[in-house]
């Protein structure tokens, strides 16, 4: 008898009905609680699709170094696939993410480099040119690079998406997902969109991010640093595919907070502030929801990556989020 490894635990997350947050009724609003796995978010998947990706290509080989640039969860996805495949993992994320993330990473062994959250994305010190210098200088190490790696898109189109569409009986008219590299959302569009073209692809953004500026009018706005953690851009990475998108929803970093609270304490779900950017998100477009049945939301990981940012109330008055 075989018995399963922990990445064997990797995606078939549960859906769950949202049945008090939200001020409707209909449509039904399903949660896919992407925090259901060992490193505690959507971004497992993607972790495990890169590096084995890399192993395929043979561009990875035994006792080689992963390097990514990351919002959090990715570098915890990754710094764990390698603890368990044997590989060295260098994390580099901007210093605006939260403490709770950084001390994961470092608990599954990888070294974490911060970067200045102030850094332009075109800036040597910035976590993407960071990332990709240290790649260069350690021989043996490869950049794993969602943002433009084929493989994140792909792996939410064969399995997120897929997972979706048969907890829905592919019933559903619309899904909302929280944009950071894209490759969820893109991923579950492109596989829903191919067998149902009149599914809507609700994308959420948050304030200071460029996409819905670029989604809307083709112009690309100065990016504003924003607290909300993994979603929004400061420039344009492949993998975020607009052609799929139908709507782009904007929030606030303090609308996101508050629903995540909200969401903790009214339906027992405690998310991070990318969930409650999604529930923001159809809150606002309640008007435009009410001729759609059935939709499902991305709940990308949980309240326990940010017990000190928006479910500690002391940070939460200091930063002038509280209610
Ligand atoms: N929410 C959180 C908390 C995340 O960490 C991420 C990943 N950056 C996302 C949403 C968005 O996922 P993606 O990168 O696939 O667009």
């Known amino acids: 008898m075989e018995y399963p ?4 635990t990797i995606g078939n997350t549960p859906i769950v009905q949202l049945k008090k947050v939200l001020p409707f009724e209909k449509p039904v609003v399903l949660a896919k609680l992407e925090f259901f796995g060992p490193g505690g978010s959507v971004k497992d998947r993607l972790a495990l699709a890169l590096i084995e990706d890399a192993e395929r290509r043979g561009a990875l080989k035994p006792g080689g170094t992963v390097v990514e640039c990351s919002s959090g969860n990715s570098g915890i996805g990754v710094a764990m696939v390698a603890a368990v ?68 898109i792909e792996v939410h189109y064969r399995e ?35 067998r149902n073209p009149k599914i809507k692809i609700f994308g959420v953004d948050i304030e200071g ?38 709507e782009l929803v904007m929030v606030s970093d303090k609308e996101s ?11 027992g779900i405690f998310a991070g502030s990318s969930s409650g950017a999604v529930v923001a998100a159809l809150v606002e477009s309640a008007e435009i929801l009410k001729d759609f049945k059935l939709g499902v939301s991305i709940f990308a990981d949980s309240g326990y990556k940010y017990l000190s940012k928006q479910f500690s109330p002391e940070w939460m008055r200091a930063m002038g989020y509280a209610e």
């Open 85 to 152: 495949k044997g590989y060295r993992a260098i994390i580099v994320m901007a210093d605006k993410n939260s403490k709770e993330k950084q001390d994961i990473i470092k608990a599954f062994g990888a070294e974490l480099i911060l970067t200045p959250k102030e850094a332009h994305p075109d800036d040597p010190n910035s976590n993407y040119n960071t990332a990709k210098r240290i790649a260069e200088e350690i021989e043996g190490a490869i950049y794993l690079d969602q943002f433009s790696n084929p493989a994140n």
């Open 257 to 267: 907070f508050s629903w995540a609270n909200k969401l903790c304490r009214t339906e």
């Open 5 to 8: 490894g922990i990445l064997d």
């Open 209 to 246: 991010s460029v996409y819905s500026d670029y989604f809307y009018k083709k112009t690309m706005p100065e990016p504003r640093l924003c607290q909300v953690e993994g979603i929004g851009g400061d420039n344009l990475p492949e993998n975020v595919r607009f052609e799929y998108f139908d």
């Open 160 to 194: 997120t998406a897929k997972e979706i569409w048969e907890q829905t009986n592919g019933e559903l008219d619309f899904f909302f997902a929280g944009i950071g590299t894209g490759g969820t959302i893109s991923g579950v569009a492109k596989y829903l969109k191919e």
